[in-house]
């Protein structure tokens, strides 16, 4: 199972941070990426890294404003610069590869979803 924290309220232009941590002792087995959703859209696909951490790929929306990164036991999403079009659900997956290379961008390939955080930013 995922459990995501971190979200909440901010302003226009402020910076929150959003982990995702795993119940199984080898979250490092595991390609993690993040995903949001609005009211009405499909859920979309924001940042990903590898198991190792070394592979890295972020939606053109976030980039330069959003940083992933991982340790052994969580993943982290450091938004910065938030826009009201950043306001979403956001969710923390994963999906169970044997490449290290392998970035996680598809809702299709996930293996498990974590329950979703909100994030809300105001103008």
């Known amino acids: 199972q995922l459990q995501a924290c971190g979200g909440g309220l901010v302003q226009a232009g402020g910076s929150l941070m959003l982990s995702c941590t795993a119940s199984?002792?080898?979250?490092?087995?595991?390609?993690v990426g993040w995903f949001r959703q609005v009211p009405g859209m499909e859920r979309e696909f924001v940042a990903g890294?590898?198991?190792?951490?070394?592979n890295i790929k972020y939606v053109d929306f976030v980039k330069n404003r959003f940083t992933i990164s991982r340790d052994k036991v969580k993943v982290y999403l450091q938004m910065n610069n938030l826009k009201p079009d950043d306001t979403a659900v956001y969710y923390c997956?994963?999906?169970?590869?044997?490449?290290?290379?392998?970035?996680?961008?598809?809702?299709?390939?996930?293996?498990?979803w974590g329950p979703g955080t909100q994030v809300t930013v105001s103008s």
């Open positions: 890294i590898s198991r190792t951490g070394r």
């Open positions: 199984t002792r080898t979250f490092t087995d595991y390609a």
């Open positions: 997956a994963a999906d169970q590869v044997g490449n290290n290379a392998y970035i996680l961008t598809k809702s299709a390939d996930v293996d498990v």
